[in-house]
């Protein structure tokens, strides 16, 4: 069965400073990957989404994140955070019958 | 513009009552979806439509009950509403997927939390 895991529930980073969240997949075939990002009260928006080609992919925000099929991760990184970055980040993979499966989503904070 | 919209917003009400939540999307669209979201902000699926037809029931209990008048609209409506009901429900909408290609981005609208008292 298809899931996701993110294995990080919160994390914390200086302004300015270099993010990365992680994200851990299973599925049996090529998967699909998405990040959304949930902030404070909102729906959830993408950032970026892979389906296939350059395992390296760009997204709103600055944020970018590579695909690694030998470590099944999915990972998402922004060089510098910004305050407003503060927010629920959620992975997800594309499943069978139009699901997607979520990972339990990381809560990222940000020190002034 | 809002791409995919909800009402109402916030929802309080009584266990026992029953009550309905509205989704709207103008994004012309085929498929859409309600996500229930719990207080650890797990995101599970509840159900999707495709052109007014059921695609995905994840295992809701029958109280829940959607209904799609056109593919623009998915509402949900929930009988005797139970403390546990209480979550924040998303609803979101993507292009038809059926027959296979790449999985779209859904679009959520931002959410109705429902509270039962």
């Known amino acids: 069965a298809q899931s996701v895991t993110q294995p990080d529930i919160h994390i914390t980073v200086s302004e300015g400073a270099s993010l990365e969240l992680r994200c851990n997949y299973s599925?049996?075939?090529?998967?699909?990957l998405f990040w959304y990002v949930q902030s404070p009260g909102q729906g959830l928006q993408l950032l970026l989404k892979y389906f296939s080609g350059d395992t390296l992919v760009q997204g709103i925000k600055g944020f970018e994140a590579e695909f690694k099929r030998s470590q099944s991760s999915f990972n998402l990184r922004k060089p510098s955070v910004h305050w407003s970055d503060a927010a629920e980040y959620f992975c997800?993979?594309?499943?069978?019958?139009?699901?997607?499966?979520f990972g339990k989503g990381t809560r990222l904070h940000i020190l002034p | 513009d809002t791409a995919v919209s909800q009402t109402p917003k916030y929802l309080v009400t009584q266990m026992g009552n029953d009550k309905s939540i509205k989704c709207e999307q103008n994004l012309g669209h085929d498929t859409m979806y309600w996500y229930k979201q719990d207080s650890k902000k797990f995101l599970k699926i509840m159900f999707s439509y495709n052109n007014k037809e059921l695609i995905i029931n994840e295992t809701v209990p029958n109280r829940f009950s959607p209904k799609s008048p056109d593919k623009a609209h998915l509402n949900l409506h929930i009988n005797s509403l139970e403390l546990g009901d209480s979550a924040v429900y998303f609803c979101a909408s993507s292009p038809t997927l059926l027959g296979g290609g790449p999985y779209n981005e859904q679009f959520f609208g931002p959410g109705t939390r429902l509270t039962v008292l």
């Open positions: 599925y049996g075939a090529t998967p699909y």
């Open positions: 997800a993979v594309g499943a069978q019958d139009d699901k997607i499966i």
